[in-house]
């Protein structure tokens, strides 16, 4: 079984800029969530999608957006890009019963 | 306070070593997960668990509910298990998202 995918794996951006991540789940996988890893912070929620719908979302500013697509394939947007925003950006999705899997991330560096 | 906190935050032992790793906890929870992060930051899912004990090769996690506290064991350490630990909770307000505790670096010595 194919694992979680996510790309690019790494990426730079100019303050200001707009950024899309994608997040391929595991087959049969209708919820991803993502996730912001930084040094000063660890790991924090995003959100999460469930059948195209966002279930949940974490307390980060609007500028953070995603959707999630019918073959559960899943996009997050970051826009007006900051400094603050170089993170490691994880996906994960999520079955009831074998709990989650994650990617490998998308290392953003924002300059 | 942080809703999810694991000691210590780093620890080094030396192989072969029998290693505990603490999770404790404020709120109600559903399930509770075990993560290993190893640099270049992929992230594994050890364990959940939402009583009991489960066992998988070295590693053994347990968890009590009543005490909100769970702990993960690496029996006969090795320097593969260097590696970030991390505890996250599903809470059972319903609100599904995963809470994670700093983490816990483990760096084993040959």
């Known amino acids: 079984k194919a694992g979680v995918t996510q790309t690019p794996r790494y990426l730079i951006k100019t303050r200001g800029q707009q950024v899309t991540l994608s997040c391929s789940p595991i087959?049969?996988?209708?919820?991803v969530s993502w996730y912001q890893q930084t040094p000063g912070q660890g790991l924090q929620f995003l959100f999460e999608?469930?059948?195209?719908?966002?279930?949940n979302k974490g307390n980060f500013p609007g500028r953070f957006s995603g959707r999630q697509f019918s073959n559960s394939r899943s996009e997050m947007n970051v826009s007006t890009l900051e400094l603050g925003d170089s993170a490691l950006y994880l996906c994960?999705?999520?079955?009831?019963?074998?709990?989650?899997?994650f990617g490998s991330g998308t290392r953003l560096t924002v300059v | 306070k942080n809703e999810v906190e694991q000691s210590p935050q780093n620890l080094t032992a030396q192989e072969g070593e029998f290693i505990t790793i603490n999770c404790s906890y404020s709120?109600?929870?559903?399930?509770l997960h075990w993560l290993q992060q190893h640099p270049g930051g992929g992230i594994v899912s050890l364990f959940m668990?939402?009583?009991g004990k489960k066992k998988h090769g070295r590693l053994i996690a347990t968890i009590n509910i009543q005490e909100k506290h769970s702990s993960l064991h690496i029996t006969a350490s090795h320097p593969r298990d260097s590696a970030v630990y991390i505890c996250a909770v599903i809470s059972n307000f319903g609100n599904e998202k995963l809470t994670f505790g700093t983490g816990t670096r483990l760096t084993i010595i040959p």
């Open positions: 994960a999705s999520s079955d009831a019963n074998y709990g989650y899997t």
């Open positions: 999608y469930f059948s195209e719908t966002q279930r």
């Open positions: 087959s049969g996988h209708r919820s």
């Open positions: 709120v109600g929870i559903s399930a």
């Open positions: 668990l939402s009583s």
